[in-house]
């Protein structure tokens, strides 16, 4: 639990770093070895473009094939790094998750579908190395806060939307997701629901990242809003009252939306709770977060 709390305010500090573009480093600091319960992989997932990386936490000593927990870091679209995660791997590794964190490519690079086309390559290359890492490719679950929130829950909405595939390979794969768990993230950026946004930042991070934000079909196609059906991935939802940087109305519209559609969706508004902090990490909402992995990527095990 404390090294779940300190990747916590460690969420908080970076997106308050991507705020001001402080966080970013030039040669990021390589990842330290994982705890002796886990062994550690880092490998590329794309086939064509530029490469991204992914890290792979597997629990040692567990047998089959394993559920997964992919973990999507924010930044304003436009820093953060897959690495130093050991805190949230030790702790669904040794809920026997295998445990993933990708790097995706910032707006600064590539504007959108850039994000969402890398977070779903990653998806399509866990699939198609099922058997290697051990994970069963039909219970693949994916978690991410603030920029990563937003990739996690158009990762939930639009299985089936080729448009934002991208070509990064594994295509014969699906990038369809078993359960989704969005902390705070952005759901409608298009030019009618930016008027919510009252921090600059906020503006400028959109801006950033679609190049045009008054474009309205490449807005419609990043805001999660877009693409709720009542076939949506079961989706937990948590957002502070107190966030700065993307309201709270944003993650309410969402949950919405999806209960209106008939979707499995809960969300959990935190009293107090900034854009991150240690709220979202008290033991109830771990458990919280807990009980609804085990739900729905550990389908009958109590």
């Not at 002796?36 to 992989?41: G, I």
């Not at 000593?61 to 897959?82: E, M, T």
């Not at 919510?196 to 008054?214: E, K, Q, S």
């Not at 499995?264 to 990490?281: N, R, S, W």
Request: hydrophobic share 40%; charged share 20%; aromatic share 8%.
């Amino acid at each position: 639990m404390k090294s779940f709390a300190k990747f916590c305010v460690f969420c908080s500090l970076a997106a308050v770093a991507a705020v001001a573009f402080t966080l970013r480093a030039e040669t990021p600091a390589p990842t330290p070895p994982p705890p002796p319960a886990m062994a550690f992989v880092t490998t590329p997932y794309t086939t064509s473009g530029p490469e991204q990386l992914m890290d792979i936490y597997t629990p040692k000593g567990a047998a089959g094939a394993l559920p997964a927990v992919v973990y999507i870091h924010g930044g304003g679209w436009a820093a953060g790094s897959r690495s130093h995660q050991d805190g949230p791997a030790d702790h669904f590794t040794k809920q026997g998750y295998v445990f993933c964190s990708i790097d995706y490519r910032f707006s600064d690079v590539a504007k959108y579908p850039a994000q969402i086309q890398d977070s779903k390559c990653a998806i399509r290359f866990l699939r198609a190395n099922a058997a290697k890492y051990r994970i069963d490719p039909k219970r693949i679950g994916v978690w991410g806060d603030s920029a990563g929130g937003h990739l996690v829950a158009l990762l939930g909405l639009t299985p089936k939307v080729k448009r934002l595939e991208g070509d990064g390979g594994w295509q014969k794969q699906s990038s369809a997701v078993a359960a989704v768990v969005d902390w705070y993230g952005p759901s409608d950026i298009r030019p009618e629901g930016l008027g919510v946004y009252t921090n600059p930042a906020g503006i400028d991070l959109i801006t950033r990242l679609l190049g045009d934000p008054n474009n309205a079909k490449l807005a419609a196609d990043a805001s999660p809003i877009t693409f709720v059906t009542k076939d949506a991935a079961p989706m937990l939802i948590m957002h502070g009252d107190k966030d700065s940087l993307v309201p709270v109305s944003q993650s309410q519209k969402l949950y919405d939306a999806l209960h209106a559609a008939g979707a499995d969706v809960t969300l959990k508004i935190l009293p107090g709770a900034e854009h991150g902090g240690p709220q979202f990490v008290e033991p109830e909402n771990v458990a919280l977060i807990d009980a609804f992995f085990a739900r729905m990527l550990k389908p009958g095990k109590k």
